[in-house]
């Protein structure tokens, strides 16, 4: 079946927002105005006006900021007024009130020699939105923090990756003494992420296949991307997706196979026919023409080797992502030792197969910072 990207089977859906209200689990998202990460109860739990009809993406800072100083919802192209005054307002005053509290952490730190007694913490979160507080002590070694994160997130110690702005935190300095997070200018109130090894890819496995299927939305067939992005260090190389479906010899990609009530795509990798330029595949699912992820029913994504079909290699969820149009599901990257390894992701970004730019963005940020 061919896809067509302008004309009227593009526009035959009217694309409408669903506004999507998470309490329980939490999840990290990037406000609109400020692009900070921020856990959701961070923002406001419904629309500033009952007449908005776009997602909630600007948190209960900048929306009531934005309020303060335009009169307007803060949400691009709406053109609802608001005032401080309105009921819904005030109601999101009292939540920044009553729930948050600003931090401020100083540019230089002095590593202390005494555990802080003033029940300072920090956090340790993933890019899907999961997230753990521990007290915060400088001396605390790297190795101990690793324990902590496996007992409480339960991450085995072996497949945890700690980073730190744009720096692993590794267990041992490079004079063979046990690292601490002093030695990393961790301070207090500080987010350190943690990136997830699903599997290292052993020598004798080439053939990888990205198999996803999804369901329609109750406006009718439509389409959830499976794309592949190739990186050489920080540059987009090639895409992989229904319409370049063999960028390079080593990637195929079986373009749409759409059946009555359901979608599917495959994406078959050998690994050792990439080329050598190749640092990074980042696999995303993206939106078509529905306005997020959430109004795709019952979607199964499974990461295997082609020899071994019923072996999932990677197992992810997607519940964080369902009000975002694009969501980073894993990434494949070389080792140390040259060797291919699965990486948990589940940043969330907007773009899709029509416009990959702001996936680029949102994957690039991520090499920047160390994953």
Not at 151 to 178: C, I, P, S, T, W
Not at 183 to 208: C, G, R, Y
Not at 344 to 363: D, W
Request: charged share 20%; aromatic share 10%.
């Amino acid at each position: 079946m061919q896809r067509c990207v302008s004309g009227p089977r593009s526009n035959s859906l009217q694309t409408r927002y669903v506004h999507i209200y998470f309490d329980e689990p939490r999840f990290n998202m990037a406000c609109l105005i400020c692009n900070i990460d921020k856990l959701s109860n961070e923002f406001p739990p419904k629309n500033v006006t009952t007449n908005c009809v776009h997602p909630v993406l600007c948190c209960l800072r900048c929306t009531m900021k934005s309020v303060k100083d335009r009169s307007k919802c803060p949400h691009p192209g709406c053109d609802q007024s608001a005032n401080l005054t309105d009921h819904t307002l005030q109601f999101f005053e009292a939540i920044l009130n009553d729930m948050f509290k600003e931090y401020t952490v100083a540019d230089d730190y002095a590593p202390s020699t005494t555990a802080a007694s003033d029940g300072s913490s920090f956090t340790v979160s993933l890019l899907n939105g999961e997230s753990a507080r521990f007290p915060f002590n400088p001396k605390m070694e790297v190795e101990g923090l690793k324990s902590l994160v496996q007992k409480q997130m339960k991450h085995d110690v072996n497949k945890q990756k700690l980073l730190f702005r744009e720096k692993e935190l590794a267990v041992y300095l490079e004079n063979g003494d046990r690292a601490r997070l002093c030695d990393f200018h961790v301070q207090p109130n500080s987010n350190i992420m943690l990136m997830v090894l699903l599997f290292a890819i052993p020598e004798k496995i080439n053939d990888v296949v990205f198999d996803l299927y999804w369901g329609y939305p109750s406006t009718g067939m439509d389409y959830l991307d499976a794309s592949c992005l190739l990186f050489n260090g920080k540059q987009c190389d090639m895409l992989c997706d229904y319409a370049r479906r063999q960028p390079c010899p080593a990637i195929r990609h079986s373009g749409d196979v759409m059946k009555p009530t359901q979608g599917h795509h495959t994406m078959n990798v050998s690994l050792k026919d990439l080329p050598s330029s190749i640092t990074h595949l980042f696999f995303t699912l993206s939106a078509w023409r529905s306005a997020n992820i959430s109004r795709y029913p019952n979607p199964s994504l499974k990461f295997y080797e082609a020899a071994n079909p019923n072996k999932d290699l990677c197992k992810t969820t997607f519940g964080h992502a369902g009000a975002y149009q694009a969501v980073v599901m894993c990434s494949l990257s070389r080792g140390k030792h040259g060797r291919w390894e699965i990486f948990e992701s589940g940043k969330c970004s907007a773009g899709n197969a029509r416009n990959y730019e702001p996936l680029k963005e949102t994957i690039q940020s991520l090499i920047a910072q160390g994953f």
